[in-house]
């Protein structure tokens, strides 16, 4: 039986189809279900202009469509285009598969009208909200079209819905209980509504005035999941009709695309990282990263400076201001900061951060920005750098994992207590935490509760932040030690095959049943 799961963007070697987390999860799952031998199809939309690049005119960032590698080309095949109705015209959709053992990924792409193609350009780019509209319908009729046409009904056990993007496909394809909802996110971006008359002109049915997609998913579904164990709690909170319905299934990473091989070597011959092993990895990795960083400026002098790394998506609750004041505050600190991150090109406040992060990186000798972060970078980021920073707003991060990648390499992290952090890091034992473990869903744009918990964790995070570079260089092998116990800890525990069995292979429903 084929597991299905639907998703508005995927990360793929080689290709630019994501944006972020997400796809950079729904690909490792994927390679995680073709090296398990699991008949896995994940459905999402190819975008010819990627998510988004960015040059810089002095400080400022220049947003422009990313291009497609030429490799991307030789990994992926073209299947039959077929029609859907979108706007009451007939819509041509170009399928293009990309194979990983059992999985395998069918991508698609609008090829006319014009106006169509612009569904498909470039991920999370819309003018209108009836672009968006449309581009989620057309994910959801060419799923459907897909689905019943090249995989058969009958055929499929589960299909799940990445985020409620994808929840219209319910309006498309009627499954019953075989469909489940993944929420990846507590933010108001992962809970997009639409105008009922756009529902009822494209799916002929009126849901109402007004539908939010997650509401008309949990109506729906038996079973939701959230993608931590704390977000049980939050998204209890924002959806508390539904909360009976969700239960949690921690994300995790594909250790394969992620850890040093020989630290993962190490692990699963002895069921231990070795000292000898993670020690030559890190000092590999570190010499990766250095020579990474100077295709970015002549970086003259790092030698064995603490490297210290913000690698987030530029968006307000993730608080790249942490850092960036923190830099300003603390000139004389011998450390290297490495930032990273794109923001979303209609994102005002991602664009102030871009333009900070900017400033310190042609103003200071000890900053780089990386503004065309990706996933080799992350890679070489995460496993090259000392001490990894991960400061989102309490009760707005779902999971992450950039932590995850960067502790199973042995780079201990300093975090706020929110998402699937607070699973694995044990405060000064395999890594630091700051901040309060907030449950409730504060909205920082509206509510004045915000500022002043931004003022007194950011005081929290300096005064921590100040004192694990003091341990890096008085203690060690007291830091050391924080490095061995977070690759130790966390390689054992954020395999994401262990996801995989949760979703599909225990439990009563063990996927349908």
């Not at 975090?415 to 409730?440: C, H, K, Q, T």
């Not at 005064?463 to 116990?485: A, G, M, Q």
């Not at 966390?490 to 994401?496: A, S, T, Y």
């Amino acid at each position: 039986m084929v597991i299905v799961s639907v998703t508005p963007e995927i990360a793929l070697d080689d290709l630019k189809t994501y944006a972020g987390g997400l796809g950079v999860l729904e690909g490792d799952k994927f390679y995680a279900a073709g090296d398990m031998g699991l008949d896995y199809l994940a459905l999402s939309l190819f975008y010819r202009g990627g998510y988004v690049d960015y040059v810089f005119e002095g400080e400022e960032p220049i947003p422009r469509p990313e291009k497609q590698p030429r490799s991307a080309w030789s990994n992926i095949g073209m299947l039959e285009e077929f029609a859907v109705s979108l706007r009451g015209e007939e819509v041509i959709v170009r399928p293009l598969v990309y194979r990983y053992k059992t999985a395998r990924a069918v991508l698609f792409e609008a090829v006319c009208p014009r106006w169509a193609r612009r569904l498909t350009a470039q991920a999370y780019v819309d003018d209108s909200v009836e672009e968006q509209f449309l581009r989620y319908t057309l994910l959801a009729k060419a799923s459907a079209y897909y689905l019943k046409e090249h995989v058969g009904l009958e055929n499929i056990d589960v299909v799940d819905l990445q985020e409620a993007h994808t929840a219209l496909l319910m309006l498309a394809l009627p499954l019953g209980d075989r469909y489940r909802l993944v929420i990846h996110t507590p933010g108001p971006w992962g809970h997009p509504g639409y105008p009922g008359d756009l529902i009822a002109r494209e799916f002929g049915v009126y849901l109402g005035d007004y539908v939010v997609l997650t509401e008309m998913a949990l109506e729906r579904v038996r079973e939701a999941f959230v993608v931590s164990v704390k977000q049980e709690d939050v998204i209890g909170k924002v959806f508390p009709r539904h909360r009976e319905k969700i239960r949690a299934n921690t994300n995790g990473v594909y250790l394969d695309r992620w850890v040093h091989p020989r630290i993962l070597s190490s692990w699963r011959e002895k069921g231990a990282v070795d000292h000898e092993s993670l020690e030559a990895a890190r000092a590999e990795m570190r010499g990766r990263l250095v020579s990474m960083l100077r295709g970015y400026k002549d970086v003259l002098r790092i030698d064995n400076r603490i490297i210290v790394a913000w690698t987030r998506r530029l968006a307000r609750y993730k608080r790249p201001y942490f850092i960036a004041r923190f830099i300003e505050e603390h000139p004389d600190i011998e450390a290297f900061y490495v930032l990273a991150g794109k923001p979303h090109p209609r994102d005002s406040d991602g664009f102030s951060y871009a333009r900070w992060f900017r400033r310190l990186h042609l103003r200071l000798s000890n900053v780089v920005y990386i503004h065309d972060y990706d996933v080799y970078k992350a890679s070489t980021i995460l496993g090259g750098s000392d001490l990894l920073l991960f400061t989102p707003f309490s009760g707005w991060e779902a999971c992450g994992t950039s932590y995850m990648k960067a502790g199973a390499n042995g780079t201990p992290v300093l975090s706020s207590r929110d998402g699937g952090v607070i699973e694995l890091v044990e405060d000064g034992v395999n890594g630091w935490l700051f901040g309060e473990d907030i449950r409730d869903f504060i909205n920082i744009y509206t509510d004045e509760r915000a500022r002043e918990i931004d003022e007194r964790e950011y005081r929290e995070f300096e005064e921590k932040l100040l004192s694990i570079i003091k341990t890096y260089y008085d203690e060690p092998e007291k830091y050391r030690e924080v490095s061995r116990r977070a690759a130790e800890t966390f390689i054992g525990k954020v395999d994401v095959r262990e996801n995989l069995r949760r979703y599909y292979l225990s439990g009563p429903k063990a996927s349908r049943g």
